[in-house]
């Protein structure tokens, strides 16, 4: 029977929390030599021997051990071993055992949480184990466990379990109080649905639990033979001003923090046995983190972030902690260099270099390709040939013109001799017919030929691949930027458009060119935006100050325009701060 509870009790135990690789429970009479059952977890580990001789220790001292080991199976991680004893009154009934991973000191953080895990598990399973008082004073504390999960609140929690033990106690009064930004407020009384928080009652119970929470015992009035000496005048004026007999207080704790304190009131004179204090320091193990979790899901984002950052101070506080408190200082110093200190503003945005003139070259008639002598990226020089169209049927078209017109001028002579004046006049008007068509095929055979306008640089066509495809007139065939001027042309997102303004300089680094920084002065800002990648950029041109040989139109990389001096934590935050106030701003009614 006490061996399937305590191994049940050790499943749970060893499951709950995160690092734990395994667990021992061993169970004696007293007589340490004599361990009368051992229950293991896992079950199918051999024996875990260090962790034996650990519960061994803890049970010849009586006292917590805490312990560092090598981690076996050959992990890397360090380990630490405790050890808690398992006593009720004065009968040691044996030891829980506890091996878990990445805790470098038994005074770490999680070594503490790991203990507290530990003594808040086992006054039930040493009520399992022991006497049959200790078997009463559990199952009264697991009634008080249910009475307290049952409710939503912790203030509704406080009421119904404040009520409970004045009932079961044959108290006079009951109070619960919480923990709530450095001050212990009344949360419940035993038989009372509302109080007065600013009552003289409420005054005098708040300082005695103070007075208990601050030694972190147990406190009664009159004082206990079985308990250390304590300081107890609140308790003593709580007698005094309430008419009370007898005042005992438990403080709660949950994870090592104290987060409460009941107080029990009697008016007839009881006897202080050993049970009634027992069971007191029961409920408060159990009560305090039923509380603290009923606290914390009620609690709001904004509040449990306070709480947090609180924990994180608290942790600096305490002795030891040297890489968190060295990287707490730093990050305020480097914070308060933030804020004190001036950088250069600067907007960032993508850039493109382009021709500063970018000239079409179109087809002049329709026609076919016949030749392709140039193609995108190749040096032009002014009037090189860069493309011809087809102009057979032209040529064709221009011999039949000039034949029309010698035989328009044979006839026109003869009608001059004939002296026939409207033969005359109306071979006249054919000859200028002629001559006008065999002038246009001309024009039409001079723009087959498609020539550089200036030296510059193809940066769009080819007509390589098309020899032979038709053309339309108006057709664009090339496109030339000359290679003497350039102009930048940066995309600038719409949250910073409001900064650049013409005039301001700036730094260009392309990606051709990464080593090199091209300053460059902003032009002119255009009031169009253009949306790509759902997001809308504005058009900002800028003019090199020093272009260098080798750039080309179409280079891509990133431009920054200086704005002004302004705080490096403003820089730094500002694109978050402007979206947070205006998804503020959109929200609002």
């Known amino acids: 029977m006490a061996e399937d509870v305590?191994?049940?009790?050790?499943?749970?135990?060893?499951?709950?929390?995160?690092?734990?690789?395994?667990?021992?429970?061993?169970?004696?009479t007293g007589d340490i030599s004599r361990l009368e059952q051992i229950v293991e977890w896992p079950q199918s580990e051999p024996e875990p021997s260090g962790l034996l001789s650990i519960a061994r220790a803890s049970l010849t001292r009586r006292v917590i051990v805490t312990r560092q080991s090598e981690c076996p199976m050959g992990t890397a991680a360090d380990c630490s071993e405790i050890a808690v004893p398992l006593a009720s009154h004065s009968a040691l009934h044996g030891a829980v055992a506890l091996r878990f991973e990445h805790v470098a000191q038994p005074t770490d953080p999680a070594c503490q949480e790991m203990i507290e895990h530990l003594r808040s598990g086992i006054p039930m399973l040493e009520g399992l184990m022991g006497d049959t008082r200790s078997r009463n004073r559990m199952i009264t504390a697991l009634e008080l466990i249910a009475t307290?999960?049952?409710?939503?609140?912790?203030?509704?929690?406080?009421?119904?379990?404040?009520?409970?033990?004045a009932s079961r106690l044959a108290c006079e009064r009951v109070s619960?109080?919480?923990?709530?930004?450095?001050?212990?407020?009344?949360?419940?009384?035993?038989?009372?649905?509302?109080?007065?928080?600013?009552?003289?009652?409420?005054?005098?119970?708040?300082?005695?639990?103070?007075?208990?929470a601050d030694q972190d015992a147990l406190v009664c009035f009159p004082a206990i033979s079985s308990e250390p000496p304590r300081?107890?005048?609140?308790?003593?004026?709580?007698?005094?001003?309430?008419?009370?007999?007898?005042?005992?207080?438990?403080?709660?704790?949950?994870?090592?923090?104290?987060?409460?304190?009941?107080?029990?009131e009697w008016s007839e004179p009881q006897p202080q046995s050993l049970r009634t204090v027992e069971l007191c320091k029961d409920v408060g193990t159990v009560l305090g983190p039923i509380l603290e979790l009923k606290r914390q899901a009620r609690q709001s984002i904004l509040g449990r972030l306070q709480e947090s950052i609180g924990a994180k101070i608290d942790r600096l506080r305490t002795p030891g902690q040297i890489p968190v408190?060295?990287?707490?200082?730093a990050g305020m110093i480097a914070l308060g260099l933030l804020g004190f200190s001036s950088g250069d503003y600067r907007v960032t945005a993508g850039a493109t270099l382009e021709g500063r003139v970018q000239r079409a070259v179109v087809a002049g008639i329709d026609g076919f390709?016949?030749?392709?002598?140039?193609?995108?990226?190749?040096?032009?020089?002014?009037?090189?040939?860069?493309?011809?169209?087809?102009?057979r049927d032209l040529l064709l078209e221009q011999q039949s013109w000039i034949g029309?017109?010698?035989?328009?001028?044979?006839?026109?002579?003869?009608?001059?001799?004939?002296?026939?004046?409207?033969?005359?006049?109306?071979?006249?008007?054919?000859?200028?017919?002629?001559?006008?068509?065999y002038r246009l095929r001309e024009a039409q055979l001079e723009r087959t030929r498609l020539a550089a306008p200036f030296d510059g640089l193809v940066v769009k066509g080819d007509l390589?691949?098309?020899?032979?495809?038709?053309?339309?007139?108006?057709?664009?065939?090339?496109?030339?930027?000359?290679?003497?001027?350039?102009?930048?042309?940066?995309?600038?997102d719409q949250r910073d458009i409001g900064d650049p303004a013409p005039g301001q300089p700036g730094l260009l680094a392309l990606a051709a060119l990464p080593g090199q920084q091209l300053p460059f002065t902003v032009r002119r800002i255009t009031p169009v935006s253009i949306a790509e990648d759902g997001i809308n950029y504005f058009r900002v041109e800028a003019h090199l100050d020093q272009p260098l040989p080798g750039l080309r139109p179409g280079m891509e990389g990133v431009g920054k325009i200086s704005i002004d001096r302004r705080k490096l934590i403003w820089i730094w935050t500002h694109e978050i701060t402007d979206w947070l106030r205006l998804w503020a701003w959109s929200w609002l009614p």
């Not at 390709?369 to 102009?391: T, W």
């Open 369 to 391: 390709v016949a030749e392709a002598n140039v193609r995108a990226g190749d040096l032009l020089k002014a009037g090189q040939m860069m493309a011809r169209l087809d102009d």
């Open 404 to 437: 029309k017109r010698a035989q328009l001028v044979k006839e026109y002579r003869k009608a001059l001799a004939e002296h026939d004046r409207s033969q005359v006049n109306f071979l006249s008007a054919k000859i200028d017919q002629a001559e006008a068509e």
């Open 148 to 165: 307290a999960l049952a409710q939503d609140r912790s203030s509704a929690v406080a009421a119904a379990v404040a009520t409970e033990l």
């Open 325 to 329: 408190k060295v990287a707490a200082i």
């Open 464 to 492: 390589s691949q098309s020899l032979g495809s038709p053309v339309e007139r108006g057709d664009v065939l090339f496109e030339v930027a000359p290679l003497d001027g350039y102009r930048i042309v940066l995309k600038v």
């Open 231 to 264: 300081v107890a005048m609140a308790h003593e004026d709580l007698v005094q001003s309430q008419g009370s007999n007898t005042v005992c207080t438990v403080p709660l704790g949950s994870r090592g923090q104290i987060v409460g304190a009941i107080t029990f």
């Open 6 to 28: 305590a191994q049940s009790w050790l499943n749970l135990h060893c499951q709950t929390p995160q690092g734990v690789r395994s667990g021992l429970v061993v169970l004696s």
């Open 176 to 212: 619960i109080g919480l923990l709530h930004r450095g001050r212990i407020r009344i949360a419940g009384l035993s038989n009372t649905a509302r109080f007065d928080a600013c009552s003289s009652l409420a005054s005098d119970l708040e300082a005695a639990m103070y007075e208990a």
